[in-house]
Protein backbone atom coordinates (compact mmCIF):
# COMPACT_ATOMS: atom_id res chain seq x y z
CA UNK A 1 0.00 0.00 0.00
CA UNK A 2 1.86 3.16 -0.90
CA UNK A 3 1.33 6.17 1.42
CA UNK A 4 0.78 9.79 0.54
CA UNK A 5 1.28 12.64 2.91
CA UNK A 6 -1.10 15.99 2.08
CA UNK A 7 -0.47 19.32 3.41
CA UNK A 8 -2.95 21.34 3.16
CA UNK A 9 -5.56 18.53 3.67
CA UNK A 10 -8.68 20.30 4.98
CA UNK A 11 -8.58 22.91 1.79
CA UNK A 12 -10.61 22.61 -1.71
CA UNK A 13 -8.20 20.56 -3.20
CA UNK A 14 -6.75 18.54 -0.24
CA UNK A 15 -10.46 17.64 0.41
CA UNK A 16 -10.62 16.36 -3.56
CA UNK A 17 -7.01 14.58 -3.83
CA UNK A 18 -7.64 12.43 -0.73
CA UNK A 19 -10.48 11.22 -2.29
CA UNK A 20 -8.54 10.13 -5.28
CA UNK A 21 -5.94 8.53 -3.27
CA UNK A 22 -7.94 6.69 -0.93
CA UNK A 23 -9.89 5.52 -3.98
CA UNK A 24 -6.93 4.26 -5.62
CA UNK A 25 -5.65 2.34 -2.46
CA UNK A 26 -3.27 4.52 -0.71
CA UNK A 27 -2.33 5.22 2.92
CA UNK A 28 -3.69 9.23 3.31
CA UNK A 29 -2.01 11.17 5.96
CA UNK A 30 -3.12 14.67 6.21
CA UNK A 31 -1.30 17.81 8.48
CA UNK A 32 -3.93 19.83 10.06
CA UNK A 33 -3.62 23.17 11.88
CA UNK A 34 -5.57 23.43 15.50
CA UNK A 35 -7.78 26.00 14.86
CA UNK A 36 -10.35 27.03 17.87
CA UNK A 37 -13.04 25.58 15.46
CA UNK A 38 -13.34 22.52 13.48
CA UNK A 39 -11.33 22.74 9.99
CA UNK A 40 -12.15 19.47 8.76
CA UNK A 41 -15.56 20.21 7.19
CA UNK A 42 -14.23 19.16 3.75
CA UNK A 43 -12.95 16.19 5.18
CA UNK A 44 -16.27 14.82 6.89
CA UNK A 45 -17.02 11.94 4.16
CA UNK A 46 -13.61 9.99 4.08
CA UNK A 47 -12.82 10.69 7.64
CA UNK A 48 -12.14 7.39 9.68
CA UNK A 49 -11.53 6.92 13.40
CA UNK A 50 -8.19 5.94 13.50
CA UNK A 51 -8.77 3.60 16.00
CA UNK A 52 -11.12 1.84 13.84
CA UNK A 53 -9.33 -2.04 12.60
CA UNK A 54 -8.26 -1.15 9.02
CA UNK A 55 -8.03 3.08 9.14
CA UNK A 56 -5.65 4.43 6.48
CA UNK A 57 -6.74 7.81 6.78
CA UNK A 58 -4.84 9.84 9.51
CA UNK A 59 -4.51 13.85 10.41
CA UNK A 60 -1.34 14.94 12.13
CA UNK A 61 -1.22 18.33 14.05
CA UNK A 62 1.08 20.59 12.20
CA UNK A 63 2.36 23.79 10.44
CA UNK A 64 4.33 24.57 7.51
CA UNK A 65 5.99 27.61 9.38
CA UNK A 66 7.35 24.98 11.71
CA UNK A 67 10.06 23.06 10.10
CA UNK A 68 10.68 20.32 12.70
CA UNK A 69 7.26 19.51 13.56
CA UNK A 70 6.81 18.84 9.41
CA UNK A 71 10.70 16.68 9.61
CA UNK A 72 9.51 14.90 12.79
CA UNK A 73 6.44 14.02 10.86
CA UNK A 74 8.21 12.54 7.42
CA UNK A 75 10.54 10.56 9.06
CA UNK A 76 7.25 9.16 11.19
CA UNK A 77 5.02 8.52 8.34
CA UNK A 78 7.45 8.03 5.56
CA UNK A 79 5.52 8.62 2.77
CA UNK A 80 5.73 7.33 -0.88
CA UNK A 81 4.31 10.89 -2.42
CA UNK A 82 4.05 14.43 -0.47
CA UNK A 83 1.43 16.77 -2.22
CA UNK A 84 2.60 20.27 -0.66
CA UNK A 85 -0.64 22.48 -0.88
CA UNK A 86 -0.68 24.28 2.55
CA UNK A 87 -0.42 27.99 1.33
CA UNK A 88 -2.68 31.34 2.50
CA UNK A 89 -4.21 31.35 -1.07
CA UNK A 90 -6.54 34.58 -1.12
CA UNK A 91 -4.43 36.91 -3.84
CA UNK A 92 -6.16 39.69 -2.09
CA UNK A 93 -5.56 38.73 1.52
CA UNK A 94 -1.78 38.55 0.64
CA UNK A 95 -1.59 42.25 0.21
CA UNK A 96 -2.73 42.98 3.47
CA UNK A 97 -0.57 39.73 5.46
CA UNK A 98 2.40 40.25 3.06
CA UNK A 99 5.19 38.53 5.36
CA UNK A 100 2.39 35.78 6.50
CA UNK A 101 1.92 34.86 2.94
CA UNK A 102 5.35 33.96 2.10
CA UNK A 103 5.83 32.26 5.77
CA UNK A 104 3.23 29.72 4.50
CA UNK A 105 4.12 29.55 0.74
CA UNK A 106 7.92 30.35 -0.07
CA UNK A 107 9.13 29.40 3.57
CA UNK A 108 6.80 26.71 4.23
CA UNK A 109 7.81 25.02 0.99
CA UNK A 110 11.26 25.02 1.45
CA UNK A 111 10.76 23.86 4.90
CA UNK A 112 8.98 20.47 3.14
CA UNK A 113 11.60 20.30 0.56
CA UNK A 114 14.28 20.35 3.55
CA UNK A 115 11.73 17.93 5.52
CA UNK A 116 11.61 15.28 2.20
CA UNK A 117 15.75 16.16 1.47
CA UNK A 118 16.59 14.86 5.44
CA UNK A 119 14.24 11.84 5.21
CA UNK A 120 15.30 10.62 1.53
CA UNK A 121 19.14 11.23 3.01
CA UNK A 122 18.32 9.48 6.10
CA UNK A 123 16.26 6.32 5.10
CA UNK A 124 17.48 5.82 1.68
CA UNK A 125 13.77 5.52 0.33
CA UNK A 126 12.61 7.87 -2.52
CA UNK A 127 10.07 10.34 -1.78
CA UNK A 128 7.67 11.81 -5.14
CA UNK A 129 6.70 15.46 -4.09
CA UNK A 130 4.47 17.83 -5.74
CA UNK A 131 4.07 21.73 -5.74
CA UNK A 132 1.15 23.70 -5.85
CA UNK A 133 2.42 26.27 -8.47
CA UNK A 134 -0.32 28.95 -9.77
CA UNK A 135 -0.66 30.32 -13.05
CA UNK A 136 -1.00 34.07 -10.92
CA UNK A 137 2.81 33.32 -11.38
CA UNK A 138 2.05 34.17 -14.96
CA UNK A 139 0.77 37.65 -13.91
CA UNK A 140 1.09 40.37 -16.38
CA UNK A 141 2.22 37.88 -19.34
CA UNK A 142 -0.21 38.13 -21.88
CA UNK A 143 -2.54 34.42 -23.00
CA UNK A 144 -2.04 31.96 -23.71
CA UNK A 145 0.26 30.86 -21.09
CA UNK A 146 2.19 27.76 -21.25
CA UNK A 147 5.51 26.15 -19.63
CA UNK A 148 7.60 28.48 -21.92
CA UNK A 149 5.81 31.93 -20.34
CA UNK A 150 7.90 34.01 -18.53
CA UNK A 151 6.86 34.40 -14.84
CA UNK A 152 5.65 38.47 -14.20
CA UNK A 153 3.73 38.22 -10.39
CA UNK A 154 1.30 40.72 -9.42
CA UNK A 155 1.15 40.03 -6.18
CA UNK A 156 2.81 38.88 -2.59
CA UNK A 157 1.02 35.84 -3.00
CA UNK A 158 2.39 35.29 -6.82
CA UNK A 159 5.73 36.61 -5.90
CA UNK A 160 5.62 33.97 -3.01
CA UNK A 161 4.87 31.20 -5.66
CA UNK A 162 7.65 31.93 -8.38
CA UNK A 163 10.23 31.45 -4.79
CA UNK A 164 8.35 28.44 -4.05
CA UNK A 165 8.71 26.98 -7.34
CA UNK A 166 11.98 27.80 -7.78
CA UNK A 167 13.21 26.48 -4.75
CA UNK A 168 11.39 23.38 -6.29
CA UNK A 169 13.05 23.08 -9.23
CA UNK A 170 16.70 23.88 -7.60
CA UNK A 171 16.26 21.08 -4.95
CA UNK A 172 15.48 18.71 -7.87
CA UNK A 173 18.61 19.40 -9.51
CA UNK A 174 20.54 19.92 -6.43
CA UNK A 175 19.63 16.55 -4.69
CA UNK A 176 17.73 14.13 -7.59
CA UNK A 177 14.63 14.01 -6.01
CA UNK A 178 11.54 13.86 -8.16
CA UNK A 179 9.79 16.95 -7.71
CA UNK A 180 7.05 18.13 -10.11
CA UNK A 181 5.54 21.48 -9.82
CA UNK A 182 1.99 21.98 -11.34
CA UNK A 183 1.15 25.07 -12.73
CA UNK A 184 -2.29 25.33 -12.24
CA UNK A 185 -4.91 27.61 -13.34
CA UNK A 186 -8.22 28.43 -11.35
CA UNK A 187 -10.27 25.81 -10.47
CA UNK A 188 -13.16 26.12 -8.51
CA UNK A 189 -16.02 23.37 -7.18
CA UNK A 190 -18.99 23.40 -4.64
CA UNK A 191 -16.24 22.90 -2.10
CA UNK A 192 -14.44 26.38 -3.44
CA UNK A 193 -13.42 28.35 -0.10
CA UNK A 194 -16.05 31.31 -0.15
CA UNK A 195 -14.47 34.56 -0.61
CA UNK A 196 -13.15 33.52 -3.97
CA UNK A 197 -15.03 35.10 -6.67
CA UNK A 198 -17.22 31.88 -7.95
CA UNK A 199 -18.23 30.89 -4.79
CA UNK A 200 -19.26 34.64 -3.49
CA UNK A 201 -21.46 34.72 -6.46
CA UNK A 202 -23.03 31.54 -6.06
CA UNK A 203 -23.68 31.78 -2.71
CA UNK A 204 -24.47 35.43 -2.78
CA UNK A 205 -27.04 35.27 -5.61
CA UNK A 206 -28.90 31.67 -4.45
CA UNK A 207 -29.35 33.48 -1.17
CA UNK A 208 -30.54 36.56 -3.03
CA UNK A 209 -32.88 34.49 -4.84
CA UNK A 210 -34.38 32.91 -1.74
CA UNK A 211 -34.48 36.34 -0.11
CA UNK A 212 -31.79 35.40 2.70
CA UNK A 213 -29.66 38.56 1.72
CA UNK A 214 -30.22 41.60 -0.93
CA UNK A 215 -26.66 42.50 -2.31
CA UNK A 216 -23.42 41.27 -3.25
CA UNK A 217 -20.48 43.66 -3.28
CA UNK A 218 -17.30 42.65 -5.85
CA UNK A 219 -14.98 44.07 -7.12
CA UNK A 220 -13.38 43.96 -10.68
CA UNK A 221 -15.62 42.58 -13.06
CA UNK A 222 -13.61 42.18 -16.13
CA UNK A 223 -10.72 40.26 -15.05
CA UNK A 224 -10.40 36.66 -17.59
CA UNK A 225 -10.04 33.44 -15.65
CA UNK A 226 -9.21 29.84 -16.84
CA UNK A 227 -12.00 28.45 -14.54
CA UNK A 228 -12.12 24.40 -14.36
CA UNK A 229 -13.29 22.31 -11.26
CA UNK A 230 -11.06 21.49 -8.98
CA UNK A 231 -11.69 17.22 -9.23
CA UNK A 232 -10.35 17.08 -12.90
CA UNK A 233 -6.86 19.35 -11.51
CA UNK A 234 -6.13 16.95 -8.65
CA UNK A 235 -5.92 13.92 -11.14
CA UNK A 236 -2.97 16.22 -12.78
CA UNK A 237 -1.45 16.42 -9.53
CA UNK A 238 -1.38 12.37 -8.99
CA UNK A 239 -0.44 11.55 -12.84
CA UNK A 240 2.53 13.77 -12.17
CA UNK A 241 3.86 11.88 -9.59
CA UNK A 242 3.02 8.74 -11.51
CA UNK A 243 5.11 9.60 -14.50
CA UNK A 244 9.14 8.04 -15.12
CA UNK A 245 11.07 11.64 -14.73
CA UNK A 246 9.89 15.01 -12.54
CA UNK A 247 8.89 18.35 -14.72
CA UNK A 248 6.82 20.58 -14.70
CA UNK A 249 3.33 21.46 -16.11
CA UNK A 250 0.26 23.88 -16.87
CA UNK A 251 -2.68 22.59 -15.96
CA UNK A 252 -5.63 24.59 -17.51
CA UNK A 253 -9.17 24.13 -19.60
CA UNK A 254 -8.02 26.54 -22.78
CA UNK A 255 -10.92 28.93 -21.88
CA UNK A 256 -11.45 31.94 -20.42
CA UNK A 257 -14.35 34.29 -19.71
CA UNK A 258 -14.80 37.41 -17.41
CA UNK A 259 -16.19 37.43 -13.91
CA UNK A 260 -19.06 39.44 -15.66
CA UNK A 261 -19.60 36.33 -17.84
CA UNK A 262 -19.49 33.97 -14.79
CA UNK A 263 -22.56 36.46 -13.32
CA UNK A 264 -24.48 35.87 -16.59
CA UNK A 265 -24.06 32.25 -16.51
CA UNK A 266 -25.07 31.58 -12.92
CA UNK A 267 -27.64 34.49 -13.36
CA UNK A 268 -29.64 32.60 -16.53
CA UNK A 269 -29.58 29.53 -13.97
CA UNK A 270 -31.62 31.59 -11.82
CA UNK A 271 -33.26 33.71 -14.14
CA UNK A 272 -32.27 36.55 -12.31
CA UNK A 273 -30.97 39.65 -13.25
CA UNK A 274 -27.92 40.21 -11.65
CA UNK A 275 -27.03 43.80 -12.69
CA UNK A 276 -30.02 44.82 -10.07
CA UNK A 277 -28.22 42.79 -6.99
CA UNK A 278 -24.43 43.25 -7.55
CA UNK A 279 -22.83 46.74 -6.27
CA UNK A 280 -19.31 47.73 -6.53
CA UNK A 281 -17.26 47.56 -3.49
CA UNK A 282 -13.36 49.06 -3.86
CA UNK A 283 -12.23 47.11 -1.26
CA UNK A 284 -12.26 44.16 -3.30
CA UNK A 285 -9.89 45.87 -6.10
CA UNK A 286 -6.12 44.99 -6.09
CA UNK A 287 -3.55 47.38 -5.39
CA UNK A 288 -2.13 45.33 -9.32
CA UNK A 289 -4.79 43.14 -10.76
CA UNK A 290 -4.08 39.99 -13.02
CA UNK A 291 -6.39 40.63 -16.22
CA UNK A 292 -6.11 37.57 -18.62
CA UNK A 293 -5.34 34.34 -17.14
CA UNK A 294 -5.91 31.86 -20.41
CA UNK A 295 -3.99 28.57 -20.11
CA UNK A 296 -2.18 26.17 -22.90
CA UNK A 297 -2.58 22.95 -20.86
CA UNK A 298 -1.37 21.11 -24.46
CA UNK A 299 2.26 19.55 -22.49
CA UNK A 300 -0.08 17.83 -19.67
CA UNK A 301 -2.72 16.76 -22.60
CA UNK A 302 0.19 14.61 -24.37
CA UNK A 303 2.65 13.34 -21.62
CA UNK A 304 0.45 13.61 -19.00
CA UNK A 305 -2.73 12.23 -20.99
CA UNK A 306 -4.93 14.54 -18.93
CA UNK A 307 -7.98 16.44 -20.46
CA UNK A 308 -10.36 18.24 -18.19
CA UNK A 309 -13.87 16.55 -17.76
CA UNK A 310 -15.98 19.39 -16.53
CA UNK A 311 -16.39 22.66 -19.01
CA UNK A 312 -17.26 26.35 -17.80
CA UNK A 313 -21.04 25.86 -18.00
CA UNK A 314 -21.01 22.87 -15.70
CA UNK A 315 -19.08 24.03 -13.26
CA UNK A 316 -21.48 27.06 -12.92
CA UNK A 317 -24.42 25.14 -12.58
CA UNK A 318 -23.12 22.98 -10.17
CA UNK A 319 -22.17 25.57 -8.33
CA UNK A 320 -25.12 27.08 -8.08
CA UNK A 321 -27.26 23.87 -8.07
CA UNK A 322 -25.54 22.42 -5.19
CA UNK A 323 -25.46 26.38 -3.07
CA UNK A 324 -29.43 26.21 -3.89
CA UNK A 325 -29.73 23.72 -1.93
CA UNK A 326 -27.07 25.15 0.98
CA UNK A 327 -29.74 27.99 0.81
CA UNK A 328 -33.05 26.14 0.90
CA UNK A 329 -31.66 24.50 4.25
CA UNK A 330 -30.43 27.87 5.66
CA UNK A 331 -34.02 28.88 5.16
CA UNK A 332 -35.88 26.02 6.66
CA UNK A 333 -33.87 25.89 9.31
CA UNK A 334 -34.55 29.50 10.21
CA UNK A 335 -38.22 29.36 9.61
CA UNK A 336 -38.01 26.09 12.13
CA UNK A 337 -36.18 29.01 14.65
CA UNK A 338 -32.63 27.04 14.13
CA UNK A 339 -30.06 29.47 12.96
CA UNK A 340 -29.50 32.54 12.11
CA UNK A 341 -29.70 34.53 9.09
CA UNK A 342 -26.59 36.67 8.27
CA UNK A 343 -28.32 39.06 5.63
CA UNK A 344 -24.56 40.26 4.72
CA UNK A 345 -22.37 38.16 3.49
CA UNK A 346 -19.27 37.22 6.03
CA UNK A 347 -15.84 37.70 5.22
CA UNK A 348 -16.29 38.11 1.85
P1 LIG B 1 -7.45 26.47 0.10
O1 LIG B 1 -8.82 25.90 -0.03
O2 LIG B 1 -7.27 27.89 0.52
O3 LIG B 1 -6.64 25.53 1.12
C1 LIG B 1 -5.41 25.92 1.66
C2 LIG B 1 -4.97 24.85 2.64
O4 LIG B 1 -3.70 25.24 3.21
C3 LIG B 1 -5.92 24.67 3.84
O5 LIG B 1 -5.94 23.30 4.17
C4 LIG B 1 -5.25 25.47 4.95
O6 LIG B 1 -5.58 25.05 6.23
C5 LIG B 1 -3.80 25.13 4.63
N1 LIG B 1 -2.83 26.05 5.25
C6 LIG B 1 -2.78 27.40 5.16
N2 LIG B 1 -1.73 27.87 5.84
C7 LIG B 1 -1.09 26.79 6.38
C8 LIG B 1 0.04 26.62 7.20
N3 LIG B 1 0.78 27.67 7.63
N4 LIG B 1 0.40 25.37 7.58
C9 LIG B 1 -0.34 24.30 7.19
N5 LIG B 1 -1.44 24.40 6.41
C10 LIG B 1 -1.81 25.63 6.01
O7 LIG B 1 -6.64 26.31 -1.26
P2 LIG B 1 -6.93 25.34 -2.51
O8 LIG B 1 -7.80 26.07 -3.46
O9 LIG B 1 -7.30 24.01 -2.03
O10 LIG B 1 -5.49 25.31 -3.19
C11 LIG B 1 -4.52 24.32 -2.82
C12 LIG B 1 -3.14 24.81 -3.22
O11 LIG B 1 -3.10 25.05 -4.63
C13 LIG B 1 -2.72 26.11 -2.57
O12 LIG B 1 -1.31 26.06 -2.41
C14 LIG B 1 -3.06 27.17 -3.61
O13 LIG B 1 -2.25 28.30 -3.45
C15 LIG B 1 -2.74 26.41 -4.88
N6 LIG B 1 -3.51 26.79 -6.07
C16 LIG B 1 -4.87 26.84 -6.04
C17 LIG B 1 -5.56 27.15 -7.20
C18 LIG B 1 -7.06 27.21 -7.23
O14 LIG B 1 -7.61 27.79 -8.19
N7 LIG B 1 -7.76 26.62 -6.27
C19 LIG B 1 -4.86 27.39 -8.39
C20 LIG B 1 -3.47 27.31 -8.38
C21 LIG B 1 -2.80 26.99 -7.22
P3 LIG B 1 -6.90 25.61 6.99
O15 LIG B 1 -8.07 24.81 6.44
O16 LIG B 1 -6.60 25.31 8.40
O17 LIG B 1 -7.01 27.06 6.68
O1 LIG C 1 -11.55 34.23 -7.16
P1 LIG C 1 -10.34 35.06 -7.00
O2 LIG C 1 -10.05 35.62 -5.66
O3 LIG C 1 -9.13 34.20 -7.56
P2 LIG C 1 -7.65 34.60 -8.05
O4 LIG C 1 -7.22 35.91 -7.53
O5 LIG C 1 -7.62 34.41 -9.52
O6 LIG C 1 -6.76 33.48 -7.32
C1 LIG C 1 -7.17 32.12 -7.29
O7 LIG C 1 -6.66 31.45 -8.41
C2 LIG C 1 -5.21 31.39 -8.46
C3 LIG C 1 -4.85 30.65 -9.75
O8 LIG C 1 -4.76 31.57 -10.80
C4 LIG C 1 -4.73 30.65 -7.23
F1 LIG C 1 -3.37 30.54 -7.27
C5 LIG C 1 -5.15 31.41 -5.98
O9 LIG C 1 -4.73 30.68 -4.83
C6 LIG C 1 -6.68 31.51 -5.98
O10 LIG C 1 -7.21 30.22 -5.83
O11 LIG C 1 -10.42 36.31 -8.02
C7 LIG C 1 -10.65 36.11 -9.40
C8 LIG C 1 -10.90 37.47 -10.07
C9 LIG C 1 -9.84 38.52 -9.73
O12 LIG C 1 -9.51 39.24 -10.89
C10 LIG C 1 -10.53 39.44 -8.74
O13 LIG C 1 -10.06 40.79 -8.77
O14 LIG C 1 -12.14 37.98 -9.55
C11 LIG C 1 -11.96 39.35 -9.23
N1 LIG C 1 -12.95 39.73 -8.22
C12 LIG C 1 -13.94 40.66 -8.41
N2 LIG C 1 -14.64 40.84 -7.29
C13 LIG C 1 -13.05 39.28 -6.96
C14 LIG C 1 -14.11 39.99 -6.36
N3 LIG C 1 -12.34 38.34 -6.28
C15 LIG C 1 -12.72 38.08 -4.99
N4 LIG C 1 -12.03 37.13 -4.31
N5 LIG C 1 -13.73 38.75 -4.37
C16 LIG C 1 -14.46 39.72 -5.01
O15 LIG C 1 -15.36 40.34 -4.44
New binding site residues.
Given amino acids: MKKAFL ?8 SFLAELLLSRGYEVHG ?3 R ?1 STF ?1 TGRLDSIYIDPHAPHAHFFLHY ?4 DGGGVRRLLQQVQPDEVYN ?5 HVKVSFDQAEFTAD ?1 VAL ?1 TLRMLEAVRNTVESTGKEIRFYQ ?4 EMFGASPPPQNEETRFYPRSPYAVS ?1 VSAHWYAVNYREAYGLFIANGI ?5 SERR ?1 ETFVTRKITRGLTRIHLGLQNKIYLGNLDSRRDWGH ?1 ADYVRAMWLMLQQDHPDDYVVATGEAHTVREFLDEAGAILKMDWKKVVELDARYLRPTEVDNLQGDASKARRKLNWRPEVNFQELVRRMVEHDLALARQEKILHESGYGTVVSGYRHA
Fill in positions: TGITGQDGLIRANGDVSLAAQSAGAGSSKLFNHEGA
